[in-house]
């Protein structure tokens, strides 16, 4: 697990502890950072597990350098069944994560943004078993809102 300094030095360098995306920081500040592996073909690839007795996503905020797919392994080290609700254009995908199970899914997310995932199964989102896949990157010309340009850090 890393520290909150490790944590806190992490979102400065990916740029999400400035304004508008400090929230990230903020709601989800319990579990880890983590990175998206990419690969040379262009996929990219992540392990999200929960941990026995903690009810949370580790890592809690996946952090992928720009859109496209990407491959996730879901494991369940818990002794209780969780699920897996996750975002992906036009379909979001569903995975039953019973005890001591693992699960894959493949996400197309291809635009930069915040894009939220939890275990809506009882009361796992409200016990803290939510997190964000945060995707880097510039938002394309053509879907960019009509409005001036807006300073940058």
Known sequence: MTSAQ????????LGLNVQNR????????SGNVGEAKEHGDGRMTATIRINPDELTWDP????????????LELINDDQNTHCALLPSNGDR?????????????????DGPGC??????????????LTGAIVVLGDVPPEARLDRPD????
Do not use: C
Not at 115 to 128: A, F, I, L, Q, V
């Open 6 to 13: 490790e944590r806190s030095d992490l979102m400065g360098k």
């Open 22 to 29: 400090a929230a990230i920081g903020r709601l989800l500040n």
């Open 60 to 71: 809690q905020i996946l952090v992928m350098p720009h859109g496209g797919d990407i491959e």
């Open 93 to 109: 995908k569903f995975i039953w994560l019973v005890n001591h199970s693992r699960g894959r899914a493949t996400l197309n997310l």
């Open 115 to 128: 894009y939220w995932y939890s275990s809506p199964t009882g009361n796992d989102e409200g016990r803290g």
């Open 150 to 153: 807006q300073p940058r850090p």
